[in-house]
């Protein structure tokens, strides 16, 4: 056979190409599999995770209901229902901070409705409010702003000594304020 190799070298060329040939595609083919099935392993193990805390979360279902009813109806409870018109809300908060400020001693000279904004899921409805008195009127209008319901949040305050003009008929110890006051209200969103 050696002797017919060394006679025919181009015979011997194109019969090693043809053997070698369906070998190489064998092993190029094996290698592609092999690689395709890390990439699928791969994934798998990037799934096991997830479908793990699927299978945690039916396991759980009931829970998670009762939980998330339960945290909806609270939340209800604080914020201004979606079928409610946002310029009648803006209306109804802006009179009753109003007279709220007014029942603690507090002189209101200016409120301002300001434009709605839609964050977070909720339209952010906001009033600012400029009042004059004393210190201890404006820690009870705080105080009764914190128990209101819808839930209200002080979105800002900055509040300054009043000048000295207004103590007619008070105790000259008592400090007169004036404050600005942010109020927002949060409303659902349908």
């Not at 009033?127 to 819808?150: M, R, V």
Request: proline letters at 4%; hydrophobic letters at 50%; a negative charge.
């Amino acid at each position: 056979m050696m002797s017919w190799l060394r006679a025919n070298p181009r015979y011997a060329v194109l019969v090693l190409g043809t053997a070698v040939l369906p070998l190489l595609l064998v092993l190029y083919l094996t290698a592609g599999l092999l690689g395709l099935r890390a990439e699928y392993q791969a994934g798998i193990e990037r799934l096991e995770p997830r479908v793990a805390r699927l299978q945690g979360l039916l396991e759980r279902e009931d829970e998670l209901r009762q939980a998330a009813s339960a945290v909806g109806s609270d939340v209800l409870d604080l914020v201004y229902p979606a079928t409610d018109d946002h310029q009648a809300v803006s209306a109804m908060l802006q009179k009753n901070v109003r007279e709220i400020f007014a029942a603690a001693g507090l002189v209101v000279s200016n409120s301002q409705i300001l434009p709605v904004r839609e964050e977070d899921g909720f339209d952010h409805i906001a009033i600012k409010f400029t009042a004059s008195g004393d210190l201890p009127a404006l820690d009870i209008a705080l105080a009764d702003i914190n128990a209101y319901l819808p839930l209200l949040l002080i979105e800002s305050i900055d509040v300054w000594p009043a000048r000295a003009s207004g103590r007619r008929g008070r105790d000259s110890s008592e400090q007169d304020i004036t404050a600005t006051v942010q109020v927002l209200a949060l409303k659902a969103r349908a």
